[in-house]
């Protein structure tokens, strides 16, 4: 819905709260005016509000991501991941070394053995 129009739409909520509620505390003309013009009033300005603020957040939302904070931060993860997998790599390598020299080593004690 459009500003302009929840605008309207709370302007004339309110103008039929104040006429049933001018209805049932006034007992005179001016009265049940009073009433109708102020309550109108309020939910006119507090519709305002309520739209400036909506707006005032929605637009902060779009400006407030700072973007190139994230890409470095991002590129410093991706960097420090690599790094983590050629050590993960390397440790890898160093243990199938290490298996196959121990297999090695047992076949060897067999056919010593036997």
Same mark, same amino acid.
């Given at each position: *819905? &459009?500003?302009?129009?929840? /605008?309207?739409?709370?302007? /004339?909520?309110?103008?039929? =709260? ?10 005179? +003309?001016?009265? $049940? $005016? ?39 931060? &991002?590129?410093?993860?991706? %960097?420090?991941?690599? @790094?983590?997998? @050629? $050590?993960?790599?390397? +440790?890898? %390598? ?6 196959? *020299? ?8 067999? =056919? +010593?053995? +036997?």
């Amino acid at each position: *819905m &459009l500003g302009e129009n929840f /605008v309207y739409f709370f302007t /004339v909520q309110g103008f039929f =709260v104040g006429i049933i509620f001018g209805i049932l505390k006034s007992f005179d +003309a001016e009265g $049940l $005016l009073t009433y109708t013009f102020f309550i109108t009033t309020f939910f006119y300005l507090f519709s305002h509000i309520i739209i400036a603020l909506y707006f005032k957040t929605i637009t902060s939302k779009a400006y407030f991501f700072p973007k190139e904070t994230h890409e470095k931060e &991002l590129d410093r993860f991706v %960097k420090e991941i690599n @790094k983590r997998e @050629k $050590l993960i790599d390397s +440790a890898i %390598k160093i243990t199938d070394i290490a298996i196959k *020299m121990n297999s090695d080593e047992r076949e060897e004690d067999k =056919v +010593a053995t +036997a």
